[in-house]
């Protein structure tokens, strides 16, 4: 369960701040997409979210830990937890895959449980099965499409069974029909991993398969008015 309350961010010191009094609640296996204007702190979000920027105040938890901010708990994290924190609870997905190309699909996915030291091959099968890219596993990396390549990062970011996935334009350098798929494949297996989503894009299509589909406006979160935001969404989010 991810829960930010009153998170602020400024790279400025005289412009109106990118993140303003921001607040939100994800629950566990819950999914959210946050849309915006470029430039308005999306991924400066996500990058908080991960502990990669520090927030000029307010506090993020991720399953009860605080990673940031100015909490009282006393287990707060401290700067060199926060790698420790990431290999343990969080799973990324870049727009830009982030993969690597000496590696072939199998060792790139398994990468991030051999950094944490918990490989689980079966777990890894199922996945690449889930997402169709089982019988690629021993192809170079160079021999990929995109979509099978943006399918490993996706499997790359689960298999370590993290309780958050954050996804910063997935499908972006995807084709419509390749997107649907992605797309549909993100949600489908961080359901059934329980795993909470957090996913930043620029398409509507992808926005609205969330539980709940936000927009990043002026610094806080709004809700795009649509039906599934109205019936699932969790918590408050902050007004503006
Ligand atoms: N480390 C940084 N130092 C200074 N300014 C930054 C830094 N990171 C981001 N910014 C600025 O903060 C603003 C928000 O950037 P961010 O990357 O979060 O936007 P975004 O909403 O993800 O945009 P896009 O949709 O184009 O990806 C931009 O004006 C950017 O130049
Ligand atoms: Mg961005």
Not at 95 to 102: E, H
Not at 159 to 175: C, K, M, Q, Y
Request: charged share 20%.
């Amino acid at each position: 369960m991810l829960t930010i309350k009153d998170l602020k961010k400024s790279f400025s010191q005289t412009g109106a701040p990118l993140i303003n009094n921001l607040n939100l609640t994800v629950k566990t296996g819950e999914s959210v997409s946050i849309q915006g204007a470029s430039g308005c702190g999306k991924s400066t979000l996500l990058s908080l979210i991960a502990g990669f920027e520090t927030p000029d105040g307010g506090d993020i938890s991720v399953n009860g830990l605080s990673i940031a901010g100015n909490s009282k708990l006393d287990n707060t994290f401290k700067a060199k937890d926060i790698d420790n924190f990431r290999k343990q609870h969080l799973g990324i997905v870049f727009q830009s895959f982030n993969l690597f190309d000496c590696f072939n699909a199998w060792d790139n996915i398994a990468f991030t449980a051999r950094l944490k030291g918990n490989v689980d091959n079966d777990y890894q099968l199922a996945l690449m099965e889930q997402l169709g890219i089982l019988p690629l596993a021993q192809k170079p990396l160079s021999q990929l499409s995109g979509g099978e390549q943006q399918r490993c990062a996706i499997a790359r970011a689960l298999v370590h069974r993290p309780s958050l996935i954050l996804a910063d334009e997935p499908t972006g350098n995807l084709d419509e029909t390749t997107s649907e798929t992605v797309s549909d494949l993100l949600f489908k297996t961080c359901k059934e991993a329980n795993t909470s989503l957090v996913v930043v894009t620029h398409s509507q299509d992808v926005a609205v398969k969330a539980d709940a589909a936000l927009r990043l406006h002026k610094g806080v979160l709004e809700r795009v008015n649509c039906e599934s935001t109205e019936q699932t969404l969790s918590s408050p989010i902050a007004a503006s």
